[in-house]
Each structure stands twice: as C-alpha cells, then as structure tokens.
C-alpha cells in the first residue's frame, strides 16, 4: 500500500477501516471467483482420483505446452535457446532435463523478461513476495491463472474440510490492518465480501489474546486459518484459560512448517483437526493434508523434481516447473527448500490418489519480541514493498534492538535505508535498527538463510507470556 494511503487508513476509526477493507475484498471476490469456479472446483475434486496414466498424461501435454510457450514467447527463456542454438548446442526445448536451473535473483533482477510477449503487465495481476529467504520478488499472473489457482485452493484447502469461501472464516495474517501503536482492539478488520475476519499477527501478545479469542466467538468464525507460530500463541492461552468458544470446523495453517506440538496444542485448545498446507506466491508446488494425515500434491500446479546434489531423489532440494502460469513460466525453479516425497503405494486411505510428501523442511523463521511484550512472527513481510534490496536478513539481538543484513540493489540509497527503517518501526514500534551491508547473507549448513533470526536468550524475553507455561518457552 502506498505509504501516503496507508497513513490516511491509519487514522481511521475501526468501523471505515473495515469499510475499506470491505471495498478491497469486493475487487479481490471479483479477481478470485467468477461463472467458471463452481466448475473448475468440480473438475479439482474429479482429479483426486485420477488414475497414475492419466495424471501422467495431463502433466506431460501440459509440461510440453509450457516448454514450448517460454521457449518461444518468453523474452528472457528465448534469449537463453538463442544463445546455445548459436553456440552450436542443438539440445531440444522439449525435454525438461535440458534446461537449467532458474534462481531467484534472475527473477528479481528482470521479472518482465519471464512475461510472455503476448500478455500485457497492465491487464494481469500483480503479486509482490518477499520470497523464501527473504528474496523480494514481482510475479503476474493473468486472471484466469488466479482464478483457477483459488478454485484449487477452495477444493483442497476448504472443501476437503468441509467449509468454502462461503462460510465465515478468520486469518491470522501478515498485514497492519490496524496501527501498530494501538493499545486497544479491535485488532481486526471485517471484510464483508469474503466472509474474512482478518486478525493481525502483529499485536498479539498476553494481554490482547483474549480480545482475539472473544472476536473469534462474537463474528461466528466456522473454521480459521493462519501462521503456526500465530496459532500457537492464541491455542497456548486458549488451553490456559480455559476458553469455552465454539469450535470451529477446521483450523487451516500455512506459510510456516508445522511441527507435531504445534499440531497437537492447537487441536486440544480449539477441539477440532488442524490441517496443514503448503504453497508459494510463485505458484510452482502447492500441497494439503487430508483427513489421514496424508500431505497431498497437487499436480496441476507442477511438475516437482527432487534433487540431490544435482540427482534425482526420494529427500533434496526442490526443484519445480509452473504449469499452472503459463504466462509467467518458471521453468526448474529453485524454491529454496528441501523435501521428502512418499513412497507410492496407491491410493491413500482418504481414497485419494495424488502423490504425497513425507515431510518438508520448509521456512522456519523464528519469532521476533518488542519491548512491550509482542510476538512478532512472518516479519519478513516488509520485503514486499519492492525495495531495492536483493537479499535481506532481520536478526534480533537485545529486546529493543535489531539489525538488518541486506545485500543493496542498484538503487539502493539513504532514502530507502531510512524507508525500511520507518516500515520496521511501524512493526516492533521504536527499537534500534542498524544496518549492515553484505555481499551475501551467510548460509546455513543446508544452503539456506533464515530471513529472521531471534538471538534473544530465554531470560531476556517478556516474561507472564500466557503461553509460556503451556509451551515450554517455545
């Protein structure tokens, strides 16, 4: 959001603000959902049964089409078969293995050039991420692409469960929907089109969950989605006090890896299942549990190579083909994290036939604390704002102090330091920030930076946590 808009939204009473939010929701209902939805939910929900054959097919004419089209019509993938077709090398498009492997900083360096030519930017929608490792990335897609990637979402992340868009639900999300230096709830806002309590991540602390379990009972919230690390928090103080709201049908988590206790917490506190997602912006992989536990592919989205060391295998890297935006192909994309795919042995007790995950090992950044006792979780958001920044890491190391890593784009000046500097306070509220330019953020052992680091030993953090008791300190 423009940061003149946002100030302006700031200073709005809380019945505009969800006014406003409610108008936005209105232009993302029509971006998301249309005449077509019911249909392509239909058509998702027929392809969990797909026999091996016919997956295999579908992906392999859809893989071709895909080659074909960002060989031919996209800039940055033509320059590429250009260049080894005058080098002599006369290796063919049309076979996955031939290509190579595509890193982010190619994508963020010119993310038009991966526009087929045919597409007009103006005329798509446009998603900004932070990425996973903190690498800030633009990504179009056409709306048809959005509408049938959220016909997939609403056959495998709600009619699986047994809700849809058409039930209230709430999301603990990574967006200021509310000042930062409110004291006081409402820390929410009420998005009438889709049905949507948006719950910020942000303000959550002992002294306000309460406020967030009461709103869960006042708007009649049937099923709740958002960060582990968020859930767990409101599922700690939940169990602590013994909150006695109706259960909703189905708690729903993304973004982050859930780990067993997480799971188990969350489920005793709100007595309902808890299911697990996985998904990116890019929209290269995307998965969902079922009622068996079972972690599920979902072939449409694309086609996955696990690598390890460069060889095909059963636990690596992932390595993944869009086919479901054949506008803005990413062809072998590295995503940046590592899984393990199960073993296929037919049809899952679900009585479903899409391949699975064993476990993912995906982003696992820690949680950050302010002063007056927050819980900052996702705060790798603020790389959404298409700074110039080509790779950034937060790392707290004093309860009122961070710094931030950061590798500078081009354009990189005072200007957007103390920029990022104000978005960060807007976030923690007034802690010291200092920066530290790098030419690259360390790795870890598996070749992965976390984005955000808590440094803060057990003792140094806000005490009287109503989860702490329920959690460990976790």
């Known amino acids: ?153 609403e056959a495998r992340a709600r009619r699986w469960y047994g809700v849809s868009y058409r039930h209230r639900w709430a999301i603990l999300g990574g967006r200021l929907v509310t000042p930062i230096a409110q004291k006081h709830p409402p820390f929410w806002v009420w998005n009438h089109p889709l049905k949507q309590l948006y719950m910020s991540s942000y303000h959550l602390s002992s002294s306000t969950i309460p406020y967030y379990l009461e709103a869960l009972k006042r708007y009649r919230v049937d099923y709740l989605l958002g960060y582990p690390s968020s859930l767990e928090a409101l599922a700690a103080c939940a169990f602590e006090t013994g909150w006695k709201g109706t259960s909703p049908a189905v708690i729903v988590t993304n973004a982050e890896p859930l780990d067993s206790f997480q799971k188990q917490l969350i489920e005793r506190a709100f007595r309902c299942p808890v299911r697990e997602t996985y998904g990116m912006a890019e929209i290269v992989a995307a998965a969902s549990e079922c009622r068996q536990g079972t972690l599920h592919l979902w072939p449409e989205t694309g086609w996955i190579e696990v690598l390890d060391e460069g060889v095909p295998a059963m636990s690596g890297e992932l390595i993944c083909t869009g086919l479901l935006n054949a506008d803005m192909p990413l062809i072998r994309y590295r995503v940046g994290d590592r899984a393990t795919l199960a073993p296929s042995n037919g049809i899952c ?68 330091e103390n920029g990022l500097r104000k978005i960060l306070h807007s976030y923690m509220g007034a802690v010291e920030v200092t920066f530290e330019q790098m030419q690259r953020i360390p790795r870890g052992a598996n070749g992965k930076f976390r984005a955000v680091v808590c440094n803060l030993p057990a003792e140094d953090r806000p005490s009287g946590q109503a989860w702490a008791a329920s959690t460990g300190g976790k």
């Open 1 to 153: 959001m423009d940061s003149r808009l946002l100030s302006l939204y700031n200073k709005l009473p809380s019945g505009p603000r969800s006014l406003a939010a409610s108008l936005h929701g209105w232009m993302l209902y029509r971006e998301r959902y249309g005449p077509e939805s019911e249909h392509l939910v239909e058509q998702a929900l027929e392809h969990d049964r797909w026999t091996l054959p016919q997956r295999k097919r579908w992906q392999e004419e859809r893989l071709s089409y895909v080659l074909n089209r960002a060989a031919t019509r996209v800039p940055y993938y033509r320059q590429y078969w250009a260049q080894r077709r005058a080098a002599g090398d006369r290796a063919s498009w049309e076979y996955l293995e031939n290509w190579p492997v595509l890193e982010k900083s190619a994508i963020r360096e010119d993310p038009r050039a991966f526009v087929a030519d045919d597409c007009n930017v103006r005329n798509m929608v446009m998603e900004a991420t932070s990425g996973s490792s903190g690498t800030p990335l633009t990504l179009w897609r056409s709306h048809a692409t959005v509408r049938a990637w959220y016909a997939l979402f």
């Open 349 to 416: 007790t679900c009585g479903r036939t899409l391949p699975a995950f064993a476990s993912i090992e995906g982003r696992s950044d820690d949680v950050l604390w302010t002063p007056d006792g927050r819980r900052i979780g996702r705060l790798d958001t603020v790389f959404k704002d298409r700074l110039p920044i080509e790779e950034a890491q937060i790392i707290q190391d004093k309860l009122d102090a961070i710094r931030v890593r950061y590798v500078p784009g081009r354009s990189f000046n005072a200007a957007a």
